[in-house]
T-cell receptor, first 116, second 111 residues
Framework: NAGVTQTPKFQVLKTGQSMTLQCAQDMNHNSMYWYRQDPGMGLRLIYYSASEGTTDKGEVPNGYNVSRLNKREFSLRLESAAPSQTSVYFC???????????????FGDGTRLSIL | KQEVTQIPAALSVPEGENLVLNCSFTDSAIYNLQWFRQDPGKGLTSLLLIQSSQREQTSGRLNASLDKSSGRSTLYIAASQPGDSATYLCAVINYGQNFVFGPGTRLSVLP
């Protein structure tokens, strides 16, 4: 079972370049999330999509945009990459958003992104 | 604003020891609390989920407890094994909010 799949796994960018991180889930989940993980800071929510057709900002949305392409796919775009965006990015999904679900979040394996 | 802390940041124990990992949160009105395991270079795997009405959950050698009133949860690992070496994170969610994660405890179990 694939679960949550993220591509690419690694990427190096130069400052100012743009790129899109892809995420797809095959569990028919309604809600999807993008997090970044930095040393000593835990995971911080960038954007989430409670259901197909909706997206909302999380704790650290600046410099990012998202698209919920369909129920399966949720992409994260960096329009003009900055060194401060060097991080590990995780996509996750749940059947329903947050407090409406007592189901655990399912995570992808992450995208390791370095901005030079 | 909900804040989650985990103590200790890192822990090294010999194989076979029982150990306790701690998670504290500032807003006790949580909906549930989850413990995750993260292996190097991997995503998070859910270990245990405790609903706000529950006091504890058990899975194999793992036992998680929840004391909402004091804003604390503990993850107890019995008879630790080298394969338990990983980073353990807790996350809480309040009504109408999103998950808030702690920074994690990095566990090393030495053979």
């Amino acid at each position: 079972n694939a679960g949550v799949t993220q591509t690419p796994k690694f990427q190096v960018l130069k400052t100012g370049q743009s790129m899109t991180l892809q995420c797809a889930q095959d569990m028919n989940h309604n809600s999807m999330y993008w997090y970044r993980q930095d040393p000593g800071m835990g995971l911080r929510l960038i954007y989430y999509s409670a259901s197909e057709g909706t997206t909302d900002k999380g704790e650290v949305p600046n410099g990012y945009n998202v698209s919920r392409l369909n129920k399966r796919e949720f992409s994260l775009r960096l329009e003009s990459a900055a060194p401060s965006q060097t991080s590990v990015y995780f996509c996750a999904s749940t059947p329903l958003r947050g407090a409406y679900s007592n189901q655990p979040q399912h995570f992808g394996d992450g995208t390791r992104l370095s901005i030079l | 604003k909900q804040e989650v802390t985990q103590i200790p940041a890192a822990l090294s124990v010999p194989e076979g020891e029982n150990l306790v990992l701690n998670c504290s949160f500032t807003d006790s009105a949580i909906y549930n609390l989850q413990w995750f395991r993260q292996d190097p270079g991997k995503g998070l795997t859910s270990l245990l989920l405790i609903q706000s009405s529950q006091r504890e959950q058990t899975s194999g050698r793992l036992n998680a407890s929840l004391d909402k009133s004091s804003g604390r949860s503990t993850l107890y690992i019995a008879a630790s094994q080298p394969g338990d070496s990983a980073t353990y994170l807790c996350a809480v969610i309040n009504y109408g909010q999103n998950f808030v994660f702690g920074p994690g405890t990095r566990l090393s179990v030495l053979p």
